[in-house]
């Protein structure tokens, strides 16, 4: 058995998302494309002795485009929490030593924190052989958040419910896109209570299958991308209305708010037009940016 094992915690990006409005307990249900992206955390998990106390290590990766300040308490880091949630559902002590390194934005709609603690589910049950199915560890994942259950697997996927209704593709599709790190940050509960505030309409499962059916015939229609949490977004960070104006100026053609934001995507026709894009934007707009395609494979690497 490994003592050390290393796994990559993918991004994602919602190509739909619709929002219901909110039940009695105030969440709302969602209908959404999500598709895991190669813009991925690092983790590296080192299993200690049995009388060893675990530490947790959570840091900027040497080339993070967007890096902000990491302080939020080590008990509250969801990598952290879902390590917790192993011990707590093994009823077992599973001593690691975890190093996190990030590059995925915080508070950028692009589900960074959840996919660590898919990640960290995934690599322990390896690194201790706990035996945990999928399904299993799905359930461990809803516990921690809506997001996480979709990352035990990634790849692409239709996520309803509250994030537990998920039905994964049998492969992603042709997807090369821009994403871009605006500096503002959009806590995710700040744009529901927005959305709140503006009402949301009916959810549109039916608008989120017919662009899955049309990007099975060719790549995703950018005019058929949609996002529900867009007002939502702006109105948590209004500069973003501005950068969306100059993105689509520039690309000449739509750009769109990442999940809660503050990310903004671009989808481009290829490998080569998304890199030149990126350096585009980097150079005329001054905003980081990176190019992007699907992370199909969620496995986990003896170092
Ligand atoms: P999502 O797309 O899932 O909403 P997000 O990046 O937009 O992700 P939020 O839902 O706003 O982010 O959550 C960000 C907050 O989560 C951080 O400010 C921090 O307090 C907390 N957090 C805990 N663990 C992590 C982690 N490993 N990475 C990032 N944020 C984390």
Redesign the pocket.
């Known amino acids: 058995m490994p003592e050390t094992l290393t796994c990559q915690a993918p991004?994602?990006l919602n190509l739909a998302l619709s929002v219901g409005p909110p039940g009695e307990d105030g969440m709302h249900p969602i209908c959404t494309w999500m598709i895991a992206i190669d813009l991925c955390?690092e983790l590296t998990v080192t299993r200690l002795e049995a009388d060893r106390l675990s530490r947790y290590a959570?840091l900027w990766h040497e080339d993070a485009k967007r890096q902000?300040d990491?302080?939020?308490p080590i008990t509250?880091?969801?990598?952290?929490?879902a390590h917790l949630a192993l011990e707590q559902h093994t009823n077992r002590r599973l001593p690691v030593q975890l190093k996190?390194q990030?590059r995925?934005?915080?508070?950028?709609?692009?589900?960074?924190?959840?996919?660590?603690?898919a990640a960290m589910l995934r690599t322990v049950n390896e690194l201790y052989d706990l035996g945990l199915s999928m399904e299993q560890l799905r359930e461990i994942a809803a516990g921690i958040?809506?997001?996480v259950p979709f990352f035990i697997a990634g790849g692409s996927a239709v996520v309803q419910g509250f994030g537990d209704e998920i039905e994964h593709h049998d492969r992603a599709p042709q997807l090369h896109a821009v994403i871009v790190f605006p500096e503002t940050?959009?806590?995710?509960?700040?744009?529901y209570s927005e959305l709140d505030e503006l009402s949301p309409g009916p959810l549109r499962a039916d608008e989120v299958q017919s662009l899955i059916r049309l990007s099975r015939m060719s790549a995703a229609p950018p005019e058929a991308v949609f996002n529900d949490l867009t007002q939502p977004a702006i109105r948590v960070a209004p500069e973003l209305e501005g950068h969306l104006a100059k993105l689509t100026e520039l690309a000449e053609r739509p750009a769109h708010v990442?999940?809660?934001?503050?990310?903004l995507f671009v989808l481009c026709d290829d490998a080569l037009h998304a890199q030149d894009l990126a350096e585009a934007i980097e150079q005329r707009l001054d905003l980081p940016a990176v190019a992007v395609q699907p992370h199909e494979v969620c496995n986990v690497a003896a170092e």
């Open positions: 991004a994602k955390d959570i902000s990491i302080d939020w509250r880091d969801l990598a952290v929490r996190l990030k995925i934005p915080v508070a950028g709609g692009l589900g960074g924190g959840s996919s660590d603690a958040g809506s997001d940050m959009c806590p995710t509960g700040h744009v990442a999940g809660s934001g503050s990310s």
